[in-house]
């Protein structure tokens, strides 16, 4: 049998209307006095355990899954949260926003307080930037690179020296042992990794050529020269400059023995008519 005091509330309830309203008809006192009376019974008749009744209520009674249709999959909803909180517990610090970013823009702070998350501030609005971006993936954090600071590209390098080698000279000097910054011979069949090359232009001057042939490309004057082999050198000589002046010298040599040549021949000639007068 119920007890007086819980026979007491169901008389007033049942006394204080002359007839059963809607539930919402009700105000918030009024509300909060029938869910009181309705907990009380649900004790009284399971012996003291009412979780075990809503359980059985909610998931196994014909009368639970027709007005709460969906109680199988709040289940299993509350079921995920907790799983994902307790990954979120363990996870390392660096993983922590992301995946606190899969329900940060589904529950506030304090909901996700209640269910027992712990974060700081910082986190969660790193969260849910991360929510609003799309960004749900696990990686370390990746500072900023600038694009003239980024890895260089294999096409970049071909661009490179395809330049170098467009604007100076195959020289007979070879190099006993090449320092190479990166493997060139892979990029370029035109190039000689033990060859010198004599430049005919400054390295200042070609990598403006370059830039005013490839308006997009994505190339700083510092880089360049980090990336100019070591086999490019500047002419030293005038002989370095033209392989035409290495002809033209040995011409003109020439030149000068035949001139001397001729100068003592007709010497010897004018010596000899002055004998004869």
């Known amino acids: 049998m119920p007890s007086l005091n819980l026979r007491k509330k169901i008389s007033t309830l049942l006394h204080s209307h002359p007839y059963p309203l809607p539930f919402n008809s009700y105000s918030s006192s009024q509300k909060s006095f029938i869910t009181s009376i309705l907990h009380d019974v649900s004790s009284h008749l399971s012996g003291n355990q009412p979780n075990q009744l809503y359980n059985y209520f909610f998931k196994h009674s014909l009368i639970g899954k027709t007005y709460f249709p969906d109680s ?19 996870a390392p610090t660096k993983y922590k926003s992301s ?3 899969l329900i940060a823009g589904l529950y506030s702070r304090s909901e996700l307080k209640n269910l027992g ?3 700081s501030n910082t986190q969660f609005n790193t969260s849910l ?6 960004s749900f993936f696990l990686s370390n954090y990746q500072r900023y690179i600038p694009s003239s600071k980024s890895i260089i590209t294999k096409q970049t390098i071909e661009l490179i020296l395809n ?19 990166f493997s060139l011979e892979n990029i370029s069949t035109n190039f000689n990794p033990t060859s010198i090359y004599y430049l005919e232009k ?15 490309l994505k190339l700083s ?39 001397s040549s001729k100068f003592s021949l007709i010497s010897q000639l004018q010596n000899q008519k002055n004998l004869y007068h």
């Open 117 to 119: 998350f712990h974060f």
């Open 202 to 216: 400054t390295k200042k001057t070609i990598y403006f050529e370059l830039k005013t042939q490839n308006p997009s």
């Open 99 to 101: 995946l606190l970013s």
């Open 163 to 181: 330049s170098l080698l467009q604007n100076s000279r195959l020289s007979t000097i070879t190099c006993q042992f090449p320092k190479l910054l």
């Open 129 to 134: 930037k991360k929510a609003k971006n799309q």
């Open 72 to 90: 199988k999959h709040i289940t299993k909803t509350k079921q995920i949260l907790n799983n994902l909180k307790i990954m979120h517990l363990n």
């Open 221 to 259: 004057l510092g880089i360049f020269y980090k990336y100019c082999s070591l086999n490019f050198k500047k002419a030293q000589k005038k002989t370095d400059i033209c392989p035409i002046c290495v002809e033209g010298k040995k011409i003109e040599k020439k030149l000068q023995q035949i001139n």
